[in-house]
């Protein structure tokens, strides 16, 4: 009877130990999927926040070259009474020839400026009128040109890629 009572408690105390085992074990899964799903949650907000930086970097680019592409035509447009008035210089008649040469190397040097910053002098003449890169202030009949055919600039026009800084003042045919 003895030995069976032994037996009895043995079996008991396994299947306490095992019970234990058991909900030891349930304890860990549970804590395992817990774990699991808050790695989940962080690796979600963690692509989240990386999309989101890769938004405001795209989006700090797009401003950084807005600002500057604006910041340039203002200074462009600023200075194109001076090289209108180089021009000028440039073309009037003089007995000084070195002057008029030292007038031509810095309207030179000033055109070299402008084109190493994208500014571009917008074509007028024999070019159909259009209204996004001229500015009409006459028209003229001319029978050896086609209609709204530019005949005559009156101020040159200049653009920065392909945006208009400052319209080309045109005569226009027909």
Do not use: C, W
Not at 8 to 18: D, G, H, L, S
Not at 26 to 40: G, M, P, S, T, V
Not at 63 to 69: I, T, V, W
Not at 96 to 122: M, P
């Amino acid at each position: 009877m003895e030995e069976e009572k032994q037996e009895q408690e043995v079996k008991e105390e396994n299947k306490q130990t095992a019970e234990a085992e058991n909900k030891d074990l349930n304890d860990k899964a549970d804590e395992i999927i817990k774990l699991k799903q808050e790695l989940e949650e962080k690796d979600d907000r963690l692509k989240r926040l990386m999309a989101e930086f890769e938004n405001y970097k795209k989006r700090s680019s797009k401003e950084r070259d807005f600002l500057y592409g604006s910041i340039l035509s203002d200074i462009v447009s600023s200075l194109l009474p001076v090289l209108d008035n180089l021009e000028n210089a440039a073309n009037a008649e003089t007995a000084d020839e070195s002057y008029k040469q030292g007038v031509e190397l810095v309207l030179k040097q000033f055109k070299d400026v402008l084109s190493a910053n994208n500014v571009k002098e917008i074509e007028a003449v024999g070019q159909t009128f259009d209204p996004e890169l001229h500015e009409a202030v006459s028209s003229v009949v001319d029978e050896n040109l086609g209609e709204k055919v530019v005949k005559e600039v009156y101020r040159k026009g200049y653009k920065i890629g392909n945006k208009v800084i400052r319209h080309a003042m045109v005569v226009v045919a027909n």
